[in-house]
């Protein structure tokens, strides 16, 4: 079974520092790796995913992730925050021929600061 | 092309009373998935179906229980409410056909409040 581990439950930071969220999965197989990210009273948005090909994918927001296999990591980085960062997020895995059914992470509330 | 719509946004029931939450996809999705979301226990799903066929369950009780119709607007049901099953519910849809890489995209979310 696959499980998804989001280390910082909140991470606090000042507008234009660079932020990385951070994103372990447990699984047996390969994997697919998603972020989400949730803005107040909506739902969620993808933000990045990873399937196959290059290990380092990017958003068209600034945001970019790294697929680590060895270390089964999937962390989110931005070289420098806004306000309108401010959201919670979501890291997810799923597994190709399974149900492709996304396990989700608990959530990591990025809060910036002017 | 319009999102996921979730029907209603907000609403208050008491115990032991039921309640049905509407999920309309994206025209084209056959697949509808609905997930619980609490502070404490994150997301968690519930079911997915396609093509009004139940095809993936979470660890839920029975009282959590769902449809699909034929145009996949997809509906839940809990019975017997109770105050832990206050959440926000979130429908997201998929194609899910010979890609089933795809993303899924979801809806804002049914605020369910048990008093």
């Known amino acids: 079974a696959q499980s998804v581990t989001q280390l910082d439950s909140q991470v606090p930071v000042f507008e234009e520092a660079p932020v990385e969220l951070r994103c372990n999965y447990s699984?047996?197989?390969?994997?697919?790796l998603f972020w989400y990210v949730q803005y107040p009273n909506q739902g969620l948005q993808l933000l990045l995913k990873y399937l196959s090909g290059s290990t380092l994918v990017e958003s068209i927001n600034g945001f970019e992730a790294e697929f680590n296999k060895s270390q089964t990591s999937f962390h989110l980085r931005k070289p420098s925050v806004h306000i309108s960062d401010t959201a919670e997020y979501f890291c997810a895995v799923s597994e190709p021929g399974g149900s492709y059914i996304p396990t989700f992470g608990r959530g990591t509330s990025l809060i910036v600061h002017p | 092309k319009a999102g996921v719509t979730q029907t209603p946004r907000y609403l208050i029931k008491t115990r032991g009373q039921q309640v049905t939450l509407s999920c309309s996809p994206i025209s084209g999705h056959r697949s509808v998935s609905w997930y619980q979301q609490t502070p404490g226990q994150g997301l968690q799903f519930l079911f997915e179906y396609f093509s009004e066929t139940q095809r993936n369950k979470g660890n839920f009780p029975g009282r959590f229980s769902g449809r699909q119709f034929s145009n996949s607007r997809s509906e839940m049901n809990v019975s017997t409410l109770e105050l832990g099953d206050s959440a926000l519910y979130l429908c997201?849809?998929?194609?899910?056909?010979?890609?089933?890489?795809?993303?899924?995209?979801f809806g804002q979310g049914t605020r369910l409040t048990v008093v």
């Open positions: 997201a849809s998929s194609p899910r056909g010979a890609e089933k890489n795809t993303e899924a995209f």
């Open positions: 699984s047996s197989v390969s994997v697919y």
